[in-house]
């Protein structure tokens, strides 16, 4: 079992910056690649960026050259890194991570990222 728990959601102008992060816990090692998805009300939840376990990230068209998804091994977190935030990224963001076993991916409870234009 993996837990996830993000955070570093908030309300934010159009333009500005703001980095999520997930701290993960539990059966790290059996985590093939993590990642982020985000989620507005009445659509589906849609995948923003993936890192694998040996760094290759990759991002959804709407965000790339903007956003950064990065770990830290030491300290079991994953990061995005949002510039340029756009009214339109404005959702609540959850943190994901899928094992090498194939079975289901594990979830983090979300956070919540507001821009303001």
């Known amino acids: 079992q993996v837990q996830l728990v993000e955070s570093g959601g908030g309300l934010v102008q159009a333009g500005e910056s703001l980095r999520l992060s997930c701290a993960a816990s539990g059966s790290i090692s059996s985590v093939k690649a993590w990642g982020w998805y985000r989620q507005v009300p009445g659509k589906q939840r849609e995948l923003v960026a993936t890192i694998t376990s040996r760094g290759s990230a990759n991002y959804a068209d709407s965000v790339k050259d903007r956003f950064t998804i990065a770990r830290d091994n030491a300290k079991n977190t994953v990061y995005l890194q949002m510039n340029s935030l756009k009214p339109e990224d404005a959702a609540v963001y959850y943190c994901?991570?899928?094992?090498?076993?194939?079975?289901?991916?594990?979830w983090g409870q979300g956070t919540q990222v507001t821009v303001s234009s």
């Open positions: 994901w991570a899928v094992p090498y076993t194939g079975s289901a991916p594990y």
